[in-house]
T-cell receptor, first 113, second 114 residues
Framework: GENVEQHPSTLSVQEGDSAVIKCTYS??????FPWYKQELGKRPQLIID?????GEKKDQRIAVTLNKTAKHFSLHITETQPEDSAVYFC????????????FGQGTRLTINP | GAVVSQHPSWVICKSGTSVKIECRSL??????MFWYRQFPKQSLMLMAT?????????EQGVEKDKFLINHASLTLSTLTVTSAHPEDSSFYIC??????????FGPGTRLTVT
């Protein structure tokens, strides 16, 4: 089955700097890759997603890139702000499996003022 | 946007008792609902996938007789933790998909078994 690896597990950056979180997946047939932000005790919130027919997607300060050949995708946050501090999860949706998502281990991002 | 609710938001129960958690899609019909468990500082682990009117599909290692899932309608799925033990204490989150297959998450239920 699909396996998603996420790095780093923790990331600390200065406010205003950029943050990059990387994920790799094992199932080449996976076709959808969302990123979620989760604050303590809250539900995961979808922040951006990308489908396998696209290489890059951007939404204001957030961008995601996908390299299907290498089977990895990355989240880029520019001009970081204190409210970006949270745990971020990547996920992959295998072609087989009733639309379920397989999540990475999560990255705890801390923005230092 | 699509809204998913869960009830209760938190529950404390004694070891050996059963607890039922409800997951509702409030403004859309959910073709599929998912149940996750999240331990502190860990990722979301999928427990089972449920479709309305059919038996749930459990992930490997999840005891189907302990975690009973009922998906009675297109807007309601329930998870019952039977004979709960302290090791079942966790954050349980459901999600629901609509026809676009995007997953909408509920707010979660924190279960504490004493």
């Amino acid at each position: 089955g699909e396996n998603v690896e996420q790095h780093p597990s923790t990331l600390s950056v200065q406010e205003g700097d950029s943050a990059v979180i990387k994920c790799t997946y094992s199932d080449s047939a996976s076709n959808y890759f969302p990123w979620y932000k989760q604050e303590l005790g809250k539900r995961p919130q979808l922040i951006i997603d990308i489908r396998s027919n696209v290489g890059e997607k951007k939404d204001q300060r957030i961008a995601v890139t996908l390299n299907k050949t290498a089977k990895h995708f990355s989240l880029h946050i520019t001009e970081t702000q204190p409210e970006d501090s949270a745990v971020y999860f990547c996920a992959a949706r295998p072609l087989q499996g009733a639309q379920k998502l397989v999540f990475g281990q999560g990255t705890r991002l801390t923005i230092n003022p | 946007g699509a809204v998913v609710s869960q009830h209760p938001s938190w529950v404390i129960c004694k070891s050996g008792t059963s607890v039922k958690i409800e997951c509702r899609s409030l403004d859309f019909q959910a073709t599929t609902m998912f149940w996750y468990r999240q331990f502190p500082k860990q990722s979301l682990m999928l427990m089972a996938t449920s479709n309305e009117g059919s038996k749930a599909t459990y992930e490997q290692g999840v005891e189907k007789d302990k975690f009973l899932i009922n998906h009675a309608s297109l807007t309601l799925s329930t998870l019952t933790v039977t004979s709960a033990h302290p090791e079942d204490s966790s954050f349980y989150i459901c999600s629901a998909t609509d026809i676009t297959y995007e997953q909408y998450f509920g707010p979660g239920t924190r279960l504490t078994v004493t």
